[in-house]
């Protein structure tokens, strides 16, 4: 069995499926209490990347601002949840995680707090912890 460290192409993804896939990204990049310019850059790079720049712009940013008010609102857990829910096939959401591990890392570091959330995202998505810790080590290094 060979894998692969590149996600399925998102083109073919319907709205609430592609924004689950931003909100992953978006509740790791503030798991260590901070949004660093490093990840801030990527994290618009890879969602414009992502979405063939269909979400960019003041697009991307209204979606971020009700993505950020529905997790102080509703908390991680509840987001998590909805995110499950929504990404509803094994390979869309371990291209989310495996996204989502891509963003954690591009500053050069995985906090504790940062791998902590990779796996409670792990946990969430209903992937296994040790595939999950494998992602890390194949994209992080």
Same mark, same amino acid.
């Not at 460290?5 to 896939?21: H, I, Q, Y």
């Not at 509703?74 to 829910?85: H, I, M, Y």
């Given at each position: 069995m @060979? !894998? !692969?460290?590149? /996600?399925p192409?998102?083109?073919?993804?319907?709205? /609430?499926?592609?924004?689950?896939? =931003?909100?992953? &990204?978006?509740?790791?990049?503030?798991?260590?209490?901070?949004?660093?310019?490093?990840?801030?850059?990527?994290?618009?790079?890879?969602?414009?990347?992502?979405?063939?720049r269909?979400?960019?712009?003041k697009? #991307?940013?209204?979606?971020?601002?009700? &993505?950020? !008010?529905? #997790?102080?609102?509703?908390?991680? /857990?509840?987001?998590l949840?909805?995110?499950?829910?929504?990404?509803?096939? /094994?390979? *869309?959401?371990?291209?989310?995680?495996?996204? @989502?591990?891509?963003?954690?890392?591009?500053?050069?570091? =995985?906090? !504790?707090?940062?791998r902590?959330? #990779?796996?409670?995202? *792990?946990?969430?998505?209903?992937?296994?912890?040790?595939?999950?810790?494998?992602?890390?080590?194949q994209?992080?290094?």
């Amino acid at each position: 069995m @060979t !894998t !692969t460290n590149s /996600p399925p192409s998102v083109k073919e993804l319907d709205e /609430p499926r592609l924004e689950a896939l =931003i909100e992953t &990204m978006f509740i790791a990049a503030f798991a260590d209490g901070e949004f660093s310019e490093e990840e801030r850059k990527h994290f618009g790079e890879s969602i414009e990347s992502l979405t063939d720049r269909r979400i960019s712009g003041k697009t #991307l940013e209204a979606l971020l601002q009700r &993505m950020k !008010t529905d #997790l102080d609102a509703q908390g991680q /857990p509840a987001r998590l949840a909805s995110v499950k829910e929504r990404l509803a096939t /094994p390979g *869309a959401r371990k291209a989310a995680l495996a996204l @989502t591990i891509q963003l954690v890392a591009s500053d050069g570091i =995985i906090r !504790t707090s940062e791998r902590e959330l #990779l796996f409670d995202l *792990a946990d969430a998505l209903e992937i296994d912890r040790d595939a999950a810790a494998d992602l890390v080590k194949q994209i992080a290094g």
